[in-house]
């Protein structure tokens, strides 16, 4: 066995018999600070080996654009890595980066931009100067602006390209028809390539201000150094007005009633989606555990929501997610099937929704071993410390550091009540978006309608409010 294997059996040995689990997953190596100006500051130091991570990260990304800024997180994430008032241009921006040892990249996702920087440990304090140059002061300069327009329209090219791609676009727009732009991290087409250097110049006086960020330092760091050269090297900049009290983010409506989407495209492979609206974090936490929990089981192969559908042959793969999100996070049923048996499958995954909160549709032992292996999980994703890093500004992001301080704790509590709480309350009886798409010139093409989706999941009981 590898050394991790081993690891990993010897820690499931521990949890299983009966060793405290909050105790073992704590993160209790989170240390964190705020600056005057606002600026959370978050340490997570590990000597493994002799290197540092800076993170910053910003409340920003798609649930803050409206449609006339769809896109313009992604391309302000792009205009990160070029010149600034310190450094004049994108190839003296590189050098630099050369000359500190700086592994980079960034993301943008639906409430958070990244920036990170991965640099030998000695280099931490030039490493900081350098990032807190890069987010105070960003150049813009219009040559490099329209090039990395290009580069961002490539992205979306892309996307585009892929056959299943308008098929996603077409349900999401029906499951946020209000405010789809505050779902789509990518952008429109549109938008991006008629952006301007002072709608940039207004999401940086919005959202890049030191109240609406946090900077991590992790890996071979000392936390009261850290803390140190932050407060020396991030004090001056300058707070801002809070963006959500002067630019507060609509909820998303309710569905009102199911809806059926069937399109047809150059795949080989149908799919089927189905989607609801699900928790936010803010407003129902404890749901957002159980759906964690709930997620996982249904992903192991012995559970029998797998051996109905996968170990059946009716579908190649199936699966229930929820993404935690503080603005509504959706909950997303998902198949691939035969041709052949496409009807089949689409009734089969409905009727699987229904079973869950039936007495013994999971045992106890897969409840407790779900929440116990989610817990070990947890522990190995500190073994990389950069990307443990991305994870902790991501739920700085989307929930706040003590949620996921508590996150384990809070999983550890999860029951079959609350698993069947959460899905009664945002599944079962629930309006949802159902989407299908199939290859196209097949006889599947004519077969399955819009009408034909509903009738064949209303034959099963399917549950919600049906269009009108």
């Not at 070990?376 to 073994?383: A, F, K, N």
Request: charged share 20%; hydrophobic share 40%; glycine share 6%.
């Amino acid at each position: 066995m590898k050394p991790r294997l081993v690891a990993l059996a010897l820690i499931t040995v521990s949890l299983l018999a009966g060793a405290p689990l909050g105790a073992q997953t704590a993160p209790d190596i989170i240390e964190s600070r705020t600056l005057a100006n606002g600026l959370t500051v978050v340490v997570l130091p590990s000597d493994a080996v002799p290197i540092a991570t800076i993170e910053i990260c910003v409340k920003n990304g798609a649930f803050t654009e409206p449609p006339e800024f769809n896109g313009l997180s992604h391309l302000y994430e792009h205009m990160f890595f070029k010149g600034n008032a310190v450094i004049p241009d994108q190839e003296a921006y590189l050098a630099r980066m050369r000359e500190l040892g700086i592994v980079f990249n960034g993301t943008t996702s639906n409430e958070r931009v990244n920036y990170f920087f991965t640099l030998p440990a000695d280099n931490l304090e030039p490493g900081l100067v350098f990032m807190r140059d890069a987010i105070t002061t960003p150049k813009f300069d219009p040559v490099e602006f329209e090039k990395e327009k290009g580069v961002v329209l490539g992205e979306v090219d892309r996307n585009e390209s892929s056959p299943y791609y308008d098929w996603g676009q077409q349900v999401d727009k029906r499951v946020w028809y209000a405010n789809h732009s505050r779902k789509d991290s990518l952008g429109d087409r549109t938008t991006i390539t008629t952006a301007t250097i002072e709608k940039m110049e207004t999401m940086k006086s919005r959202y890049y201000v030191p109240n609406n960020s946090a900077l991590f330092v992790s890996g071979d760091v000392k936390p009261e150094v850290a803390f140190a050269l932050v407060e020396k090297i991030f004090a001056g900049w300058k707070r801002g007005d809070d963006p959500f009290t002067k630019f507060p983010i609509p909820a998303h409506p309710p569905l009102a009633a199911n809806e059926y989407v069937a399109v047809a495209a150059p795949v080989q492979v149908p799919a089927i989606q189905i989607v609801w609206h699900g928790p936010s974090v803010d407003v129902d936490p404890k749901a957002t555990f159980a759906a964690d929990v709930l997620s996982y089981i249904l992903s192991q192969p012995t559970s029998k929501f797998q051996k109905a559908l996968v170990e059946t042959g009716i579908t190649f793969n199936a699966g229930l997610s929820y993404y935690t999100q503080r603005y509504t996070g959706p909950i997303t049923l998902s198949a691939a099937a035969p041709p052949e048996r496409l009807e089949e499958a689409i009734g089969a995954l409905v009727a699987e929704i229904e079973k869950i909160t039936l007495p013994g549709y999971f045992s106890d032992e897969q409840l407790e071993n779900a929440k116990t292996i989610l817990a070990i999980e947890d522990l190995y994703d500190r073994e990389n410390m950069s990307n443990f890093t991305h994870t902790v500004s991501f739920w700085w992001a989307t929930a706040s550091l003590d949620y996921y301080k508590n996150y384990i704790r809070q999983l550890q509590t999860v029951t079959r009540a609350d698993i069947n709480a959460y899905v009664s309350k945002y599944m079962l009886g629930k309006p949802f978006v159902a989407g299908v798409v199939v290859p196209a010139g097949s006889p599947l093409q004519e077969k399955i309608t819009p009408e034909r989706l509903k009738s064949l999941m209303r034959q099963v009981g399917a549950h919600g409010e049906e269009a009108k």
